[in-house]
């Protein structure tokens, strides 16, 4: 559906993307998650057509849209754009901003196409109103049904929910999913927040510096981060140095952890190309500590925040290493106590030193 | 509207005046309308009102002798005139001033920095003076018709003393308006929104029509009404070229006929078309507000006219360049220097001194009334305010002949008064107290020219948060106080724009001058007027120069001006 091949731009001297290849299936719902600056929106502005590219090839529906030294004008490639300011027009109502790209279609079908539309995003009473007039989310609404109203081939959505509360931002993603999915439209979305990401996306790509770190569905990033990078912008969690014993055990300072291990070290087949005794670290997540007051384990608590369902506690270990934990509520320890504690990993993710 | 709305006092969250007013029952706040704020901004919305209300009602009591007069022998050809002359310079104003506002404002070709500041320069030379420089240079007995004679034996040009060429003057010297108000407001559309167009399927000739263009209408049609103000305002330029309109007439009826009546009464109708455009201008400013609502998305990326197109659309702001500017500019330099060795003699030193003094005194006015009126409409921004500042400002709109009536005729009232109470009480004839004086052209000049310096003031005042006002308020800083310690400091760019801007145009201001101005007292415009009625244009260039580069100073602040820099 959508194809990027090696693809590859630059701005002067300074590399902005660095090979980037991934491909969606019809019906998808693509992200590319990272920090500002990493390339994702340039990228996204690639397969619009707004920026050329130097190297590689875009294709969307197997036709080549753009190449080294040749690009289709972004108005012929019949890709849908969301913007991060919804870019809607101040001069036009409601209605003529979704109408605005039905240039082919006669009177009544136009009138028809806008209403279904705006039926879909559930602003059929607000069609009248001028952009002005709308709230933040309203607006947002508007911008998809412009986009999705010419039936494009692709919707591209350019951080479209980072102008909005927390609240209506989770509630609005789940409601776009659910529109993407009932249409079968195929999107690539780039966020730099990953609930944002994980809400909406079948398929994350996670970016750092002009690379796509690592490419998957979000149950795989967070629990199976490729490297540091993916670790540690993905979810919470601390490094803890460790020890390789075997192929299938790492030995940190909490005790010794069982399971299959992932991350640098896992390239290989596990920790089988270690050499044993080798050095590593290992990513701890708040969930693998659980606190158990029987536990002969005891760590100071440094730092606490209390998030409602739970407290996340920042837990000094004896030998000065920090981890952090996820406790139910009603544990409510005062800074400075010692907590028992004791690990609940079943999946370890080690990277090499 | 309930009584308490038109009353500041309330309206005002401002924690110490609440101090103040705590104790003060409800019924005696709305006793607030005769508050300080509001007598000052009324006070300067009179000087405005009095030459309005004076020239319009001699339309509603019309001298039925003068009426049939005007209208068997004036009225259709000055009719015709004026409607040809707006519909001229007003398509050749928009034709130029928004195709060069586009390409310098969205697209890269050769040399489009330069031409981005260089399209303003036109604004330094008044319309009357590129007008005589044209008449000069391509008259019959100009130096180009008789080269184009001599040497290729091309006998027959287009005369320049027509229609055509007072439009096409006109449009030259006037495009820069609208040049202005559409790059800023296509500068303000980013390039967002035409990338939305063009994922919508539209390619950028399309999105130009469907986008950009009715999204900065409301800057354009402001533009287009100002131009269109100075165009019904202009008399210089129309009467180099013997072209008849209001204006002329007004001008004739008072000088040529003495027949004060008859001129306050083609005042009144050309008044009636000036209200046309303040309306069509205000509605425009309604509209504005969208222009602001959406933003975003960098300026940087241009579209890029490579090759034979770019160097077209360079020769085309080239073309302009020259015409509208470095012709007439280089004209005028030539002449001045072959006029200076015979023309510059004391008499030459008095133009220019007075009017340096008539600018300066009528700057200094104009910013005094503009920052009072601005702070007035700071202390109590009520509905009530706005209009009152709106009414007070409403002068740029009405040309400098129909103020110089307006005023003339009450002082000329008063002064009659005056010598009759002093005869009647001292037996003693006196002559003309008021009329004749320099404070006849300097009120005038204020009504005229007052939008100018307040637009700049209100803007400075704007960006002036009111959180600043209440942190200066609970330190016990207020009123006038605060004015001077907090206000007029962070005023200080904003205020200078406005001096620079209003010395300019009264430097350039010459119906208002001439027809108010003291028995044989002449300034740089009038002298300039006077040489091209004869003909002397080498002499009229020397004062024009004078002007012209006294002109281009304001222009510096317009190009310094973010908007328009940031290119």
Known sequence: ?353 | MTPAVGCGEERTASAARHRSTRFVPRHILRLCFFSAPRITAWAIATLTLIPVLVVASALLDPDQEIWAHLWRYTLPELLVNTVWLALGVGLGVSLLGITLAWLTAACEFPGRRFFTWALLLPLALPAYVTAFVWLGLLDFTGSLPTWLREAWGIQHLPPIRSRGGVILVLALALYPYVYLTARSAFQGQGRRLMEAAQSLGLSPVRGFFRVALPMARPGIVAGLSLALMETLADFGTVSVFNYNTFTTAIYKAWFSLFSLPAASQLASILIFFVLVLVLLEQVSRQNKRYAHSARGGGGSTRIHLAGWRGWLVASFAGLVFLLAFAVPFTQLLIWAWYAAGTDLDPRYFAFIGHSLLLSGLGALLVATLAVALGYAQRLQPTPGMVFTARLATIGYALPGAVLAVGFFIPVAWADNLIIDQVRAWTGREVGQILGGTLAVMLLAYCARFLAVGFSSVEAGLGRITRSLDEAAEVLGVTGLKRLRRVHLPMLRVPLLAALALTFVDIMKELPITLMTRPFGWDTLATRIFEMTSEGEWERAALPAVAIAIVGLLPIFFLIRDPDAKAC
């Not at chain 1, 996820?326 to 800074?335: I, P």
Request: proline share 4%.
């Open chain 1, 1 to 353: 559906m959508l194809k990027l091949v090696s693809v590859a731009q630059s701005y002067g001297r300074k590399t902005v993307l660095n090979d980037i290849s991934f491909q969606l299936t019809p019906g998808q719902i693509g992200c590319l998650l990272g920090p500002s600056g990493c390339g994702k929106t340039t990228a996204l502005r690639l397969i619009a057509g707004f920026e050329k590219l130097d190297r590689g090839e875009i294709r969307i529906h197997g036709e080549t849209v753009a190449r080294a030294g040749w690009s289709l004008a972004p108005e012929k490639r019949q890709v849908g754009l969301v913007f991060q300011d919804y870019a809607l027009f101040p001069h036009l109502s409601v209605a003529t901003n979704v109408a605005f790209g039905l240039s082919g279609l006669d009177n009544d079908a136009r009138t028809l196409r806008v209403r279904q539309m705006l039926k879909l995003v559930g602003l059929s009473r607000e069609a009248g109103a001028w952009p002005h007039q709308l709230s933040g989310g309203q607006q947002q609404r508007v911008a998809l049904a412009r986009a999705l109203a010419p039936k494009p081939r692709l919707l591209l959505l350019d951080e479209p929910f980072s102008n909005l509360d927390v609240d209506l931002r989770e509630k609005l993603s789940l409601e776009v999913r659910d529109i993407l999915k009932h249409e079968g439209i195929t999107a690539l979305l780039v966020t730099h927040d990953q609930h944002e990401a994980f809400a909406m996306a079948d398929a994350i790509g996670v970016m750092n510096a002009g690379v796509i770190q690592q490419w998957g569905p979000p149950y795989t990033l967070y629990h199976q981060p490729a490297n540091r990078f993916v670790a540690d912008f993905i979810g919470q969690g601390t490094l803890l140095p460790g020890t390789v014993l075997n192929h299938r055990q790492v030995e940190i300072e909490l005790g010794v952890l069982d399971g299959v291990v992932d991350g640098d070290c896992g390239e290989d087949g596990g920790c089988s190309h270690c050499e044993l005794g080798c050095q590593v670290d290992v990513l701890i997540r708040p969930d693998d500590i659980i606190h158990d007051d029987a536990s002969p384990l005891l760590a100071e608590v440094e730092r606490k925040a209390f998030r409602g369902a739970d407290f996340l506690y920042t837990l000094r270990l004896p030998t000065g290493g920090r981890v952090l934990a996820q406790v139910d509520s009603h544990h409510n320890h005062a800074l400075g106590e010692h907590i028992g504690i004791r690990l609940g990993v079943d999946h370890v993710v080690a990277f090499r030193k």
